[in-house]
């Protein structure tokens, strides 16, 4: 019985090589975007935020100035993103969120989702940041201290931040659209038996060129929680 130990290899192999991905991608979003503070002192998991605003008023009109558009899509950090689904006091970020949504489910509650988010946003996407990795360092142990975990996880978008963006779809050469990655952009995997260690041996490469563009279709604000 159990996984195959093949499956498992390819398996672990590429949730490091997304993880990978993820922590350049956090760290490209976090050395460009401008900053931005929220229209009010109230942060979402305080009293009278307002979230339309901070992304519309704010990070939206500083990025139409810039290019014409308005963002389509909006990145929402682990920390913020768990504030909203369970953050629900009286006049919270989340609490709003839920009042407008808690009509659009059948049934007792309402799940809120990303896909919800963005229609109260009023964008076309959400995309919460909540991977997590294994520490700063990412050095991996078999040994367990005391508390259990020899290193704690750690949020990978570890700030208190919202990030408005402007993405096209299916972008070309000269579309306006944050952040492409630019070819080739692939990743192979192969197996193969090496009797001299007496195993199979499981390999994965990724090949890519990350390069920032149209730095002004993007924009944070910064300390959205406390």
Not at 43 to 63: E, K, L, Q, Y
Not at 64 to 93: C, E, Q
Not at 171 to 194: I, N
Request: aromatic share 6%; charged share 20%; proline share 4%.
């Amino acid at each position: 019985g159990g996984q195959d130990l093949k499956v498992r290899a390819t398996s672990g192999l590429q949730d490091k090589m997304l993880l990978a991905r993820e922590v350049r991608v956090e760290a490209i979003f976090d050395a460009v975007a401008p900053t931005t503070s929220l229209t009010s002192t109230a942060r979402w998991d305080s009293t009278a935020p307002n979230p339309r605003a901070d992304v519309h008023a704010v990070m939206g009109a500083a990025i139409l100035k810039r290019i014409g558009r308005m963002p389509n899509a909006v990145v929402v950090t682990g920390s913020v993103w768990r504030s909203i689904i369970g953050t629900h006091s009286s006049g919270t970020a989340g609490a709003l969120i839920l009042d407008a949504i808690k009509y659009t489910r059948p049934g007792r509650g309402s799940a809120i989702t990303p896909d919800l988010v963005a229609q109260y946003l009023n964008v076309d996407f959400v995309f919460p940041a909540i991977s997590i990795r294994n520490a700063t360092t990412d050095i991996e142990t078999t040994t367990a201290n005391a508390a259990g975990l020899a290193a704690a996880g750690i949020d990978v978008w570890d700030q208190k931040e919202v990030y408005a963006i402007y993405v096209e779809q299916n972008p070309g050469p000269q579309s306006l659209s944050y952040m492409l990655t630019f070819g080739p952009d692939k990743g192979t995997m192969d197996q193969y038996r090496d009797d001299r260690v007496m195993a199979d041996i499981v390999r994965i490469t990724e090949t890519l060129a990350e390069k920032t563009t149209c730095s002004n279709a993007i924009y944070t604000l910064g300390t959205v929680i406390t």
